[in-house]
């Protein structure tokens, strides 16, 4: 059984506002949007630092999200998803987005089936 991979780091929606250079009223569309994953931890939404780690991972976030909710995950299952060491990738799927972000895609689309 593969185990889930905990994010390295947590952002909250001012800390990703800070990181985007963006006001947080933007954040918040972009949340809505699903163009970034936040899920509550300790009754605050947060973000995993590496989802916005490169303009790739972000640029490709957007796309990996919206098959993984076509395929009927939530946010908490997305980001396990996101998490989970596959082999195939040789590492996590956030970890792929920027430089394997095709690939992350299949195999989003795939998780559906």
């Not at 185990?3 to 972009?30: C, F, G, M, N, Y």
């Not at 630092?49 to 957007?62: G, R, Y």
Request: net charge negative; glycine share 6%.
């Amino acid at each position: 059984m593969t185990t889930e991979i905990s994010p390295a780091e947590w952002l909250t929606l001012p800390d990703v506002s800070e990181r985007l250079d963006l006001p947080i009223l933007k954040v918040r569309q972009l949340l809505r949007e699903g163009q970034i994953l936040a899920v509550r931890r300790d009754g605050v939404l947060r973000v995993p630092s590496e989802l916005l780690a490169t303009p790739l991972a972000i640029k490709h976030l957007p796309g990996v999200l919206n098959l993984l909710r076509d395929a009927g995950y939530n946010d908490e299952e997305a980001l396990r998803w996101l998490y989970t060491p596959d082999e195939y990738l040789e590492g996590t799927p956030a970890a792929a987005l920027s430089h394997r972000s095709t690939e992350v895609k299949r195999r989003a689309q795939a998780a559906g089936f």
